[in-house]
């Protein structure tokens, strides 16, 4: 499964010039198979005017708020959320995100909050409901600050409502990849969540840096999935930036995040799938999200435009996610085993050449030296 932020316009902040690949309204992004899942993001401040939260979605409301309060009026964006889910979409509501102003005082706060989400979101009753009459399937932790009071109080308080509702309801987490989560881990290892879509970039256990093991730690989570987490079938999906300017680093091209998730999902059980930040990204950088759909469909091929930071070029990478990578370098010694080459991701055992010497992989490794000062130590023998 494919899950994507909707409603920060990432591209268009960082793009402000560029209006064509602005965000456009979340129908457009529900159009074709290869989303399953929208949070929209975000809710970002739990207590304003009148005590009642607001919603901040980029270019797509800024419409005046309810009387009283600082929630704005985005009832046209309720058909679009109805549109989305009659096509089998899953659409939820973020709360949080890097810039949220958000945590409880106690307990009773975080339990009054579940039901005021309840009744402005989901299946309750509200005269200021963001979305008119549109009934979201569920709600997204994002919680960048503030401490961890309050929250496995909230999942709790949230889940007893959505137990008692219509309709089959999931709520979710999004903690940095650094385990344990700083704001949510409390609440991870005691109450049960669906998934959580763990951020694996703007930290040291980034994509970036997959091939180090001392960094790279989705085997942490799978770990906590299996053994901490109080949902025995909660799923990890390992989230993305979907183009260089999405995340301060952590980004990589669509090939090699093919490689990535292949070899992710045939190591750990819990693997669930994908999470990107986010739409408008993921268009504008030649359909990232399209790639990554083709990779978690059986035999697909990873193929998009990837950008590299700093500068405006752009090169198509192509990833066949059903073969191994194999070096087709010139220079080959040992019968036929080519050189080392830092474009090509080797998985265990392939074996190269480098400085006259053969050398075996350990595991999956990429743009790692073979007998390098820092990882090529790690990550390749010597024969």
């Known amino acids: 499964m494919q899950f994507r932020y909707w409603g920060q316009d990432s591209y268009g902040i960082a793009n402000p010039n560029d209006t064509v690949d602005w965000q456009q309204p979340i129908s457009y992004y529900c159009n074709d198979d290869t989303i399953d899942t929208i949070p929209i993001a975000s809710l970002n ?45 899953i659409v939820t509501i973020s709360l949080g995100g890097a810039d949220g102003t958000v945590g409880f005082l106690n307990d009773s706060q975080a339990e009054a909050f579940a039901q005021t989400v309840w009744d402005l979101f989901l299946e309750g009753s509200s005269p200021d409901r963001p979305f008119g009459s549109a009934v979201l399937d569920g709600v997204d932790l994002d919680i960048e600050s503030g401490n961890q009071t309050g929250y496995a109080t909230f999942v709790t308080s949230l889940r007893a409502l959505m137990d008692k509702g219509s309709k089959q309801y999931y709520i979710t987490a999004a903690p940095q990849c650094p385990y344990p989560d700083t704001f949510m881990s409390t609440a991870l290892s005691t109450v049960a969540f669906d998934a959580v879509y763990v951020q694996f970039y703007n930290n040291y256990c980034d ?8 960094a790279w730690d989705f085997g942490t989570w799978d770990n906590w999935a299996k053994t901490v987490s109080p949902n025995p079938d909660v799923k990890v999906y390992l989230g993305a930036p979907a183009s260089p300017s999405a995340a301060t680093y952590g980004y990589v091209n669509a090939s090699t995040l093919a490689t990535i998730i292949q070899q992710t999902r045939g190591q750990y059980s819990s693997f669930g799938g994908v999470m990107l930040w986010d739409a408008s990204t993921a268009y504008a950088n030649s359909r990232y999200d399209v790639a990554v759909k083709n990779v978690l469909t059986a035999g697909g091929t990873a193929t998009a435009t990837s950008m590299s930071t700093g500068t405006s070029a752009a090169t198509t990478t192509t990833a066949n996610t059903t073969a191994r990578a194999t070096a087709t370098a010139t220079s080959t010694v040992c019968f036929g085993v080519s050189a080392w080459s830092r474009t090509i991701a080797y998985w265990g055992g392939d074996q190269v050449t480098y400085n006259g010497q053969l050398w075996s992989a ?8 073979p007998g390098g000062e820092f990882t090529g130590n790690i990550s390749w023998t010597p024969r």
């Open 207 to 214: 994509l970036t840096n997959y091939s180090n093991p001392k």
């Open 362 to 369: 350990k595991w999956w490794t990429y743009d790692d030296v």
């Open 45 to 89: 401040k739990f207590f304003g005017t009148g005590g009642l939260p607001t919603i901040n979605l980029g270019n797509s409301c800024s419409n005046t708020a309810f009387n009283g309060t600082s929630m704005p009026n985005c009832t046209a964006l309720g058909p679009d959320i109805e549109a989305c889910q009659a096509a089998g979409k």
